[in-house]
């Protein structure tokens, strides 16, 4: 069981690992798309700058709508990473919580197997301490019976010793 537990602790320790990378892609992810959203942001700050000021030539609108377009698909596709990214840290977390709990239910497991084994241990430690007492106290039964007792049995007692005592000895 140590050897299954310890594969359980490495195999948690991997999912973790996983996860934790899964988290860090999808908030690197995240990050991506606040740059991107800067960047949209920045150009549509600029084309209002310019279209505030004079009369904006067409030719500029069209460059401008050719800077944004790919910045704002920029967008949509860092979007989509961060779905992906988080979606698959999603993923690793619950791989590693299914690690944690198959390694805590072993854990579990041990710890009930210990227990039992413990209690087994002292059951039979009681049982071979309740048979040497046994054993002393048939030993000391043998020795009392064995003992020469006084032989009080035989012995007239109560009424049958006064009895005893008016019966008179011949003289």
Avoid: C, Y
């Amino acid at each position: 069981m140590a050897r299954v537990a310890r594969v359980r602790t490495l195999e948690e320790r991997v999912a973790r690992a996983a996860w934790a990378q899964a988290q860090q892609k999808a908030q690197a992810a995240v990050e991506a798309l606040s740059r991107a959203k800067g960047e949209v942001a920045g150009a549509l700050d600029g084309l209002r700058a310019l279209q505030s000021g004079a009369v904006l030539a067409g030719s500029t609108w069209i460059a401008f709508q050719r800077t944004v377009a790919p910045l704002e698909r920029r967008v949509g596709a860092a979007r989509e990473t961060v779905r992906t990214q988080a979606g698959r840290a999603e993923r690793a977390r619950e791989v590693w919580a299914t690690a944690e709990r198959a390694r805590r239910a072993l854990e579990h497991l041990v710890e009930n197997a210990r227990t039992a084994a413990r209690v087994e241990r002292e059951r039979v430690e009681a049982a071979r301490m309740d048979e040497q007492a046994s054993f002393r106290d048939q030993g000391r039964r043998r020795e009392q019976s064995s003992a020469p007792q006084p032989p009080t049995a035989d012995l007239p007692t109560g009424a049958a010793l006064r009895r005893a005592d008016d019966v008179r000895t011949p003289r």
